[in-house]
Nanobody, 123 residues
Framework: QVQLTESGGGLVQAGGSLRLSCAASVRIFSSYAMGWFRQAPGKEREFVAVVHWSGGNTYYADSVKGRFTISRDNAKNTVYLQMNSLKPEDTAIYYC????????????????WGQGTQVTVSS
């Protein structure tokens, strides 16, 4: 059974930090690129960041570049999203996703999704 489980969301003031975690099934983790997406109320789900299965390459949306860092620990089957200098516009549900044979920002190319974790940034 493929499962992705996010944690670490919450309420934070603007300028603060949060670290999201996503625990993945052993079966998929080591060979899949892992991404983070987010969806704000009334908006489409958008790409945030992706990390290659090896952990050596990362790619970010322009809106988070320099503030967010994606990383993975294959030994723990976990991917992280460190979010610094948070802004109210970062408020959204954040989703972890896994993709095989792909590395990029196309949400339609991701095979598995978590249930999401809420991040709220107050001004």
């Amino acid at each position: 059974q493929v499962q992705l489980t996010e944690s670490g969301g919450g309420l934070v003031q603007a300028g603060g930090s949060l670290r999201l975690s996503c625990a993945a099934s052993v079966r998929i983790f080591s060979s899949y690129a892992m991404g983070w997406f987010r969806q704000a109320p009334g908006k489409e789900r958008e790409f945030v960041a992706v990390v290659h299965w090896s952990g050596g390459n990362t790619y970010y949306a322009d809106s988070v570049k320099g503030r967010f860092t994606i990383s993975r620990d294959n030994a723990k089957n976990t991917v992280y999203l460190q979010m610094n200098s948070l802004k109210p516009e970062d408020t959204a549900i954040y989703y972890c996703a896994a993709t095989n044979f792909y590395y990029g920002n196309g949400k339609g190319r991701y095979d598995y999704w978590g249930q999401g974790t809420q991040v709220t940034v107050s001004s």
